[in-house]
């Protein structure tokens, strides 16, 4: 069909052009009577572009103009095509009406970062929740608007696998947890959600961990108290049936009293939200005594090496690195089964990072167990860690001490072929001995 029109409009020129050449043969001038006919034919082309243009200035006021041949064709066919695009755009104001008003329906607030770090837009969740106001804060780089360090930091090194969990901006009585979202070329989504109510639950269970923690240790230092001049005296005071009785006693007393240390010590880790300080802690002494701990506690039955590649020490809290490494030291001792090698070991990377590990070739730990390893009074096998004496809250304790110097708790496991249980901190964390640079 379009062929067809193609060729009947150059009908229209030909004979255009003959009648043009027949008229001006009259007078013999018949190149005259050519340029006359392709006049006509360019001012007739000229009328068509400006009613095109004419129409297309306003096409939705009237059909496009009449026109016979080609030129009809093309103004059909840009007349079909304008109403094709314009079914588009409604449907995708649509489908963007609907996704305003679901996003303006939820109680989660929606930010959408762009590639320059800036607020682009937002639902009014978020603007209720961090206090956002249209048009004002639209352009403005996110971190001038939230300002809080933890999440500059979050917001900073480019790690969204974990949500960010703080106070709110606009109200410090509520929490809220930021997940941010990377998509397209190096946009970002960022969801807020207002966790107060289960932060409160969670203090709720800290303090009454805490609370009963703590009263239990009054009796129970009661009992310890009677309970061991006992069994220093058992064997010659009780009859050999109870006095196996009382040894199994003050052993379940000191597992106890363990346990009760261990949850005041995650308790007190889950409580203080502020980074650890700032204080130097040597690292060197520290795994010594952990490795004399280790030593006397594994009683002959594993080979224990201590290597130290680093004279750094560490900025953070002494007494929550002491029982994230003793943690670490005595389920490996307790764990890697008799005539195993355990390795300690503290050294500083090429990137500058300290990394404290410690390493054994003992049973190892079956690959599905791994992730939930650092999950309070979870027990691999619930059996050998009661007969190890071990309360299930040690990982939990590392964790929470690595997240409170910025660090990580890595863990490597083959079964049959050991286990590697690394703590990697940053390299802001390090600090060179004073004493260890007047002696070179």
């Known amino acids: 069909m379009a062929v067809h029109r193609w060729i009947r409009e150059l009908l229209i020129l030909l004979l255009t052009t003959l009648l043009g050449i027949a008229v001006a043969s009259l007078w013999h001038q018949w190149l005259a009577g050519v340029a006359v006919a392709l006049a006509i034919y360019l001012a007739y082309s000229l009328l068509q572009l400006w009613r095109l243009d004419r129409w297309a200035k306003h096409p939705d006021r009237a059909l496009p103009p009449h026109a016979p041949a080609q030129w009809g064709a093309v103004f059909d066919h840009l007349y079909r095509y304008q109403r094709k695009q314009r079914r588009r755009q ?24 762009t590639q320059r770090d800036t607020l682009d837009n937002w639902n009014a969740a978020a603007g209720r929740l961090l206090g956002f106001k249209y048009p004002h804060d639209r352009s403005q780089h996110v971190t001038n608007l939230l300002r ?48 107060t109510r289960l ?18 240790r009054t009796p129970l230092t009661v009992f310890t108290g009677y309970l061991e001049p006992l069994a220093a005296h ?80 560490l900025l953070g809290d002494e007494e929550q690195l002491r029982s994230a490494v003793t943690n670490l030291v005595s389920n490996a001792v307790r764990y890697a089964g008799d005539n195993r090698n355990i390795t300690l070991s503290w050294n500083e990377t090429a990137a500058g990072e300290g990394r404290l590990s410690i390493a054994d070739d003992g049973e190892g730990i079956d690959s599905h167990h ?48 050991g286990s590697c249980f690394t703590l990697s901190f940053p390299a802001q964390r390090l600090h060179q001995d004073d004493s260890v640079l007047r002696e070179q």
């Open 90 to 113: 409604e449907q995708l104001r649509q489908v963007i009406g609907r996704f305003d008003r679901l996003s303006e329906a939820l109680s989660d607030g929606m930010v959408v970062i």
């Open 148 to 195: 809080h360090p933890l999440f500059v930091e979050y917001f900073a090194t480019g790690n969204f696998d974990d949500p960010l969990v703080i106070k709110s901006p606009t109200d410090e009585s509520r929490w809220l947890q930021f997940q941010i979202i990377t998509y397209g070329n190096n946009e970002r989504l960022m969801v807020v959600r207002d966790i």
């Open 199 to 216: 932060q409160r639950l969670q203090e709720m269970r800290r303090d009454f961990v805490a609370n009963v923690s703590h009263e239990l």
């Open 234 to 313: 058992a064997d010659t005071l009780l009859p050999p049936r109870m006095s196996k009785g009382v040894e199994q006693m003050q052993q379940q007393a000191n597992r106890m009293r363990h346990l009760i240390d261990d949850l005041l010590m995650l308790s007190r880790l889950e409580n203080e939200q502020t980074l650890s300080p700032l204080t130097p802690v040597n690292v060197t002494s520290l795994m010594q005594r952990a490795y004399e701990d280790g030593v006397a506690l594994s009683q002959g039955r594993q080979h224990l090496t201590l290597t130290l590649d680093s004279d750094k020490q």
């Open 370 to 417: 791994l992730a939930r390893l650092t999950e309070r009074f979870y027990r691999v096998d619930k059996g050998r860690s009661s007969a190890t004496g071990g309360t299930g809250l040690g990982l939990a304790i590392v964790k929470h001490v690595m997240l409170r110097h910025q660090g990580e708790l890595d863990i490597e496991s083959t079964l049959g072929r």
